[in-house]
């Protein structure tokens, strides 16, 4: 069969609420898809009823040709194999399924953090596409999926050069929404990096959605303060930052000094008046880590706030919110800290910069 001119043989690994919500789409598409669930409840659920889709649309149990498996086959031949997993679990998922990949095929990499370079180093770069999401999803109930906010994709290649496999990719996922490409994979990665740092961390460690968050002066402050210093961080990396889809710029987002230690200026206000508009569209998100957390399982902090201090310590920069809430959370999957406006309230106050 001549690959490039059938239909992508798409692969989904990992059932949870990025997973669910882009199998879901893709057979509303009339695409045929196959699914790696791990678990055995998930994979019966989906065999049996069909993964149930809650978006704008409303609630529908959506039908079609879904083939699932609890665990990758021993044999297949995929186009795309598209990680869906948690970051904590890519890593595996690529040298479970790297047997899979078709000749010409890739790994479409999906998980926050900046995974593309792990596994690249297991299937190599040339093998690898970044897909960057830029909506939310969750799994209230088994086989239950909910996108809890929209938006679109960017794909890009760690070598940033043409790829014909970007254009295929990108028609099987504008089944879920609109998909951009970029040139500078790492510069969006990074930039990615720092919202998922102050919107998944802060959320979680404060125990709620982000609109309701986001209505504090403080915690928007603190959301000011890491993406100021994963803006740092980045350029100390030689990194360009560069914008993800509809989001704000970070470099813009990022405090200067004068912002750091003073009381208000018009450029504070924009700023808060920005991040007031992002709690507003992603009200209803709920961080998927405060979910693994609940659910006892490792919550991928290290591949988000842990990203920004590890690269810090590299280059001797100082990124004291970033580890304030890296200890937060690893502190609260030990059930030695609760979460709540409170706590994010005294790790405000332990980290603010002293104003004139």
């Avoid at 960017?154 to 490409?181: C, H, S, Y």
């Avoid at 709690?279 to 957390?293: K, N, V």
Wanted: some cysteine; glycine content about 10%; proline content about 5%.
């Amino acid at each position: 069969m001549d690959s490039t001119r059938s239909a992508p043989r798409i692969l989904v690994v990992g059932c949870g609420g990025i997973g669910g919500v882009l199998l879901s789409r893709l057979l509303e598409s009339g695409r045929k898809v196959s699914a790696v669930a791990r678990r055995e409840e998930i994979a019966q659920v989906l065999r049996t009823r069909g993964p149930v889709l809650r978006d704008t649309k409303g609630e529908r149990t959506v039908r079609g040709g879904l083939e699932v498996f609890v665990q990758p086959p021993k044999e297949g031949a995929y186009d795309f194999l598209l990680l869906a997993t948690p970051p904590t679990g890519v890593e595996e998922a690529a040298r479970d399924t790297a047997h899979l990949l078709a000749p010409g095929g890739a790994m479409a990499v999906l998980p926050n953090g900046l995974c593309e370079e792990r596994v690249a180093a297991i299937v190599g770069e040339e093998r690898v596409i970044g897909t960057i999401v830029a909506w939310g999803a969750s799994s209230p109930e088994t086989g239950v999926y909910e996108q809890t906010a929209v938006g679109g994709m960017v794909l890009g290649t760690l070598r940033g050069e043409p790829d014909a496999r970007l254009e295929r990719l990108a028609e099987v996922l504008r089944a879920v929404g609109p998909v951009d490409f970029t040139p500078n994979l790492r510069g969006a990665r990074w930039s990615k990096l720092g919202i998922n740092c102050a919107i998944s961390t802060l959320g979680t460690v404060g125990g709620s959605r982000l609109g309701p968050l986001l209505r504090h002066r403080f915690i928007r402050e603190l959301a000011l303060e890491i993406f100021t210093e994963v803006v740092q961080v980045a350029r100390a990396e030689g990194v360009k930052l560069e914008k993800v889809a509809s989001s704000l710029g970070l470099d813009w987002l990022a405090l200067s000094d004068a912002e750091r230690h003073a009381w208000g200026s018009p450029s504070l206000v924009l700023k808060h008046t920005a991040l007031l508009a992002v709690g507003l569209r992603y009200r209803r998100m709920r961080s998927s880590m405060l979910a693994a957390i609940e659910r006892g399982r490792e919550p991928p902090v290290d591949f988000l706030n842990g990203e920004v201090v590890r690269h810090a310590r590299a280059h001797g920069l100082a990124v004291p919110v970033n580890e304030r809430l890296l200890e937060a959370v690893h502190a609260m999957a030990r059930r030695q800290l609760t979460p709540g406006v409170e706590t994010l309230r005294r790790i405000h106050e332990r980290t603010r910069p002293k104003r004139s």
